[in-house]
């Protein structure tokens, strides 16, 4: 290899060309959607190798598909892991991890702060399977510390949190769970691997609701994880056989939008910050949670983990739920809808995205105010959100 070829490519540049080159067909420059769903072998032999995994190739699309491993080859190369599987959603690729590595009698620590489809599995559906699970308030890292040591099988981790923007310290907590024999999970999606890299801090494993940032059209379902060769391959093989496959045509969608991760990533997060900025300083607004802000709790922990601080924040306003009943409404450019990550700025209370699972007890028990909006900032211009969000806040 020349040195050339042995020069590592910066992330905006693997967000194009990453994992690519493999799949063109008959000189295209873009990767092919496989519809197929079955791979034919005329040599016996050779199917068999490739079905015992033994050799390179396809044998049936609920296990893989050409189009499916770009997108997977891509998220590896981003999160520099040793490996990488999709899923069918974010929550496909969180649970069917989470029942890969645990088992009756285990032991899972999380925090409090998790998104709430999340929160949901940690207190409803891995008890009933005879795991126990332990969520620890979100940044007593202390607390946390305590509860690895008296046992820890899987420690698992959500950084920025979704909806409070919490900070981590991933370095700190992952030395903790390796101390006590734990695998450490790291969602990802906030802050995306062009802000955070989740692995080089530790992680053995990193997670992405592909739907949001990655993808980045809100045109697309998509779950990944990537991290140790072993546990992907635990992890693939849970799904493969569970069934909760990414369909190639998402898998394409999701390669189309990160061919511009980067530069979304970046216009997101200036606007996030400026908007923040703004908020900061309204009379009617109680308090803004972005770590961009010196104000914010974590903010030299986030300078010190992240390489930018992210599109997402969130804010109270005066009068709760009813105020903010009011107030967005009156946003023009903003979809009221349960997602975040996109081209589209994006706008809503937990009670209808995050935490719609969650009943309002449970949000204040998590510790989730009724009058907090989450704010994903899109690509418009900031000036145009900044004036949008005065005007619709006019109405307080």
Not at 86 to 106: C, D, E, Q, V
Not at 198 to 217: I, Q, Y
Not at 298 to 326: C, P, T, W, Y
């Amino acid at each position: 290899m020349s040195d050339h070829d042995a020069r590592p490519l910066d992330p905006a540049t693997q967000a194009v060309w990453g994992g690519e080159d493999r799949y063109l067909l008959d000189r295209a420059t873009q990767v092919p959607v496989v519809h197929s769903v079955a791979f034919g072998y005329e040599d016996v032999d050779e199917w068999q190798a490739v079905a015992l995994g033994e050799a390179e190739g396809h044998i049936y699309g609920r296990n893989t598909n050409p189009t499916v491993a770009v997108f997977e080859e891509k998220v590896r190369l981003l999160e520099q892991a040793e490996a990488a599987t999709s899923a069918a959603t974010g929550m496909a690729a969180i649970s069917n991890s989470l029942h890969a590595l645990l088992a009756p009698g285990k032991r899972v620590v999380s925090v409090k702060d998790t998104y709430g489809g999340t929160s949901e599995i940690f207190t409803d559906f891995l008890p009933a399977f005879g795991v126990e699970a332990v969520l620890v308030d979100t940044t007593d890292f202390d607390a946390i510390e305590a509860e690895i040591a008296a046992g820890c099988d899987v420690l698992y981790l959500e950084t920025p949190t979704n909806p409070t923007l919490k900070i981590l310290d991933l370095e700190r907590l992952t030395a903790a769970g390796h101390a006590a024999g734990a695998t450490v999970m790291v969602d990802n999606t906030f802050a995306t691997p062009i802000n955070q890299s989740p692995l080089a801090l530790g992680a053995d494993l990193v997670l992405h609701s592909a739907t949001k940032f990655l993808g980045g059209h809100a045109d697309a379902l998509g779950g990944v994880v990537a991290g140790r060769a072993e546990l992907v391959e635990e992890i693939y093989h849970y799904r493969e056989i569970n069934g909760a496959t990414l369909d190639p045509m998402a898998a394409y969608l999701l390669l189309r939008g990160m061919k511009t991760l980067h530069l979304r990533v970046e216009r997101q997060t200036g606007n996030a910050t400026a908007v923040a900025d703004y908020l900061e300083g309204h009379a009617r607004v109680e308090s803004v949670n972005y770590p961009g802000l010196p104000s914010h709790p974590q903010h030299e922990l986030a300078a010190r983990q992240m390489n930018g601080f992210g599109g997402m924040l969130s804010f109270s306003v005066e009068g709760g739920i009813d105020a903010v009943k009011r107030f967005l409404p009156e946003l023009k450019l903003a979809h009221r809808a349960a997602n975040l990550g996109s081209v589209e700025t994006t706008v809503g209370p937990p009670a209808t995205t995050s935490h719609v699972e969650v009943s309002a007890a449970g949000r204040a028990a998590l510790g989730i105010p009724e009058g907090l909006v989450r704010y994903s900032a899109g690509i418009e211009h900031v000036d145009d959100l900044i004036a949008d969000l005065d005007g619709a806040l006019s109405v307080l």
